[in-house]
C-alpha cells in the first residue's frame, strides 16, 4: 500500500475563517491569501488524499485564546475532527472540561513565540490537564527544551513536542536543545510531532537536512510515541508547500508500512481519542 492508501490521522493542522470568525485585534498575525483555510476547504483536502481524522490546533496567529472557529469545525464535522486548544494560564477546571466536553483533548504552549516563562508559569493548568487526561503541547524552537526539560519532567501531564522541536538543522542531533528533547522519551508520557520540517530545515523541499532529526526522534521515542502532521494552511511558509508532496516525503522518511501505520494511525488514535465516541 501507499501512503495514499495508509489510514491517516493529520495531527498538525489550523483552521482560519476570518469571515464567519474574525481575527482578535491583537493579534501578531492576520494569516491572509492562501494562508486562510476553512473547515470546509481542509476536508476536501482530507477527502482527497484519504486522510480520516485530524487534530485542530488552535492558533497563536489570528485567534490565540478566540477558540470559537475551532470549536465550530469540531462540531460541524462531528467525529472528524478533536482540537488542541490555546488558553490562558489562569483558566478554570470548568472551562477546561467544557472544551473537553466539546472535543478539546488538550492546550497549547508556544515558547517559541512566548518564551519559556509561558510554560514555567503554568504549573497550575500543567495539574489540571494531567487530572482530565489531556494533553499538554509544546512548540520549542532550537535550544529552548534545555530549560523546560527538567520542569516537564516533573509534570505529570501526557505531553505532545511539535515539530521535531524546531532543532537548528545545521548544529547536528547532538546540539543542547535537541539532545533535552530526547531525554523526554525517558518519562513514557512524551509524543513527538514529526511536522514541520520546513520551520527548522535551511534547504528547499525535500528538506534533507531534517530528515536526521526524523530518524533520531523515530529511533529513539519509538513509533508508540511519534505522530505526523502537516502543517495545512503552512502559515509563514517559506515556499509554496502542497499536502501531496508532504504525504510522498513521509514516505520516503518511513518505507515500512507498518512503521507507518503506527505513526499515523495507531498511536494519534490512542493518544488524541480519535477512538472514543463523545456523548
Given amino acids: 500500500m501507499s501512503v495514499f492508501e495508509d489510514d491517516k490521522i493529520d495531527c498538525h493542522c489550523h483552521i482560519f475563517d476570518p469571515l464567519r470568525f474574525p481575527y482578535r485585534d491583537d493579534t501578531v498575525y492576520r494569516p491572509e491569501g492562501q494562508e486562510i483555510g476553512t473547515a470546509a476547504q481542509f476536508v476536501q483536502v482530507l477527502d482527497a488524499y484519504g486522510v480520516r481524522h485530524a487534530l485542530l490546533v488552535g492558533p497563536t496567529s489570528g485567534y490565540r485564546t478566540d477558540n470559537r472557529c475551532l470549536l465550530d469545525a469540531i462540531a460541524r464535522y462531528e467525529g472528524r ?92 542531533v547532538e546540539q543542547a536543545g535537541f539532545d533535552a528533547l530526547l531525554r523526554l522519551a525517558d518519562n513514557g508520557r512524551t509524543t513527538v510531532k514529526l511536522s514541520g520540517w520546513q520551520k527548522f530545515s535551511r534547504e528547499a523541499y525535500p528538506y534533507e537536512d531534517a530528515w536526521r532529526y526524523v530518524h533520531t526522534l523515530l529511533r529513539v521515542f519509538g513509533p508508540q510515541h511519534c505522530v505526523w502532521g502537516s502543517d495545512w494552511p503552512f502559515l509563514r511558509a517559506p515556499e509554496r508547500l502542497d499536502y501531496g508532496p508532504l504525504l510522498t516525503l513521509f514516505e520516503r522518511m518511513m518505507p515500512d508500512a507498518q512503521i507507518r501505520r503506527q505513526v499515523q494511525w495507531e498511536t494519534p488514535r490512542r493518544l488524541f481519542g480519535f477512538d472514543v465516541v463523545r456523548d
Wanted: hydrophobic share 50%; aromatic share 4%; charged share 20%.
Fill in 81 to 172: 475532527f478533536r482540537g488542541i486548544a490555546v488558553v490562558d494560564n489562569d483558566m478554570t477546571r470548568d472551562a477546561l472540561v467544557s472544551l473537553n466536553r466539546a472535543g478539546v483533548v488538550g492546550v497549547a504552549f508556544n515558547p517559541a513565540m512566548e518564551g519559556v516563562d509561558a510554560v514555567l508559569g503554568a504549573g497550575a493548568l500543567f495539574r489540571m490537564l494531567a487530572d482530565l487526561g489531556m494533553v499538554a503541547q509544546v512548540q520549542v524552537a532550537e535550544d529552548q527544551m534545555v530549560a523546560l526539560q527538567p520542569w516537564l519532567d516533573k509534570q505529570a501531564t501526557t505531553l505532545a513536542i511539535d515539530h521535531c522541536g524546531r532543532p537548528r538543522a545545521e548544529a547536528g
